[in-house]
């Protein structure tokens, strides 16, 4: 049994690493568990705990489904967080509407339908999870670090493949070891 999910690699440019640092000094008297800059991902489906046979399944429908799909590009744009600004647990960073990661994330969606695969019923919203709040000891700084960057283009990211990565939970923070990776 291993907890996976399918996601877009992000490598962290300039301007979303320096986004990051200011966001963890103006929030440094909270409590908030970072994403480390190289597990920065876009999740496309979360899957959760899976048998192996399952995975074999998985892995079989994202290599028919995806290899060759063709690849793009994605604008990351602003931050927010998610639950709200009065009881903040996310601190995201957004991605400009493109059809084709909701084409992507679609055909997913299905193949893992038609393999039997048991997934969460929600909307698919993509963004990056920067970190995950415990404890803000003042939510009242949190609005003016995130209109900072509320409509900034924060960089261009290549998407030329999908992983199907296992999360391994640890005390320090989760670890992402990628099972198999498929060429768009």
């Known amino acids: 049994m291993k907890r996976v999910f399918i996601a877009l690699k992000v490598e962290?440019?300039?301007?979303?690493?320096?986004?990051?640092?200011?966001?963890?000094?103006?929030?440094?008297?909270?409590?908030?568990?970072?994403t480390a800059t190289d597990n920065i991902h876009i999740t496309l489906v979360f899957i959760g705990d899976t048998e192996d046979r399952m995975i074999a399944a998985i892995n079989s429908m994202l290599k028919d489904k995806c290899e060759g799909s063709g690849t793009f590009e994605l604008i990351l744009r602003g931050s927010g967080v998610f639950k709200s600004l009065s009881d903040p647990r996310i601190?995201?960073?957004?991605?400009?509407?493109?059809?084709?990661?909701?084409?992507?994330?679609?055909?997913?969606?299905?193949?893992?339908?038609?393999?039997?695969?048991?997934?969460?019923?929600?909307?698919?919203?993509?963004?990056?999870?920067?970190?995950?709040?415990?404890?803000?000891?003042?939510?009242?700084?949190?609005?003016p670090l995130l209109d900072r960057f509320q409509n900034t283009v924060i960089?261009?990211?290549?998407?030329?493949?999908?992983?199907?990565y296992e999360s391994i939970l640890k005390p320090e923070g989760p670890f992402y070891?990628?099972?198999?990776?498929?060429n768009l």
């Open 91 to 143: 601190i995201w960073t957004g991605i400009d509407p493109s059809e084709k990661l909701m084409q992507l994330n679609s055909i997913i969606v299905n193949g893992l339908r038609e393999t039997g695969t048991k997934i969460e019923e929600r909307p698919f919203n993509p963004h990056l999870t920067l970190g995950r709040i415990k404890h803000l000891n003042d939510n009242t700084i949190l609005k």
């Open 12 to 34: 962290a440019g300039e301007t979303l690493i320096r986004i990051i640092s200011l966001l963890k000094s103006g929030l440094a008297s909270g409590n908030i568990r970072w």
């Open 155 to 164: 960089q261009k990211v290549p998407v030329n493949e999908v992983i199907l």
């Open 177 to 182: 070891k990628t099972i198999n990776k498929f």
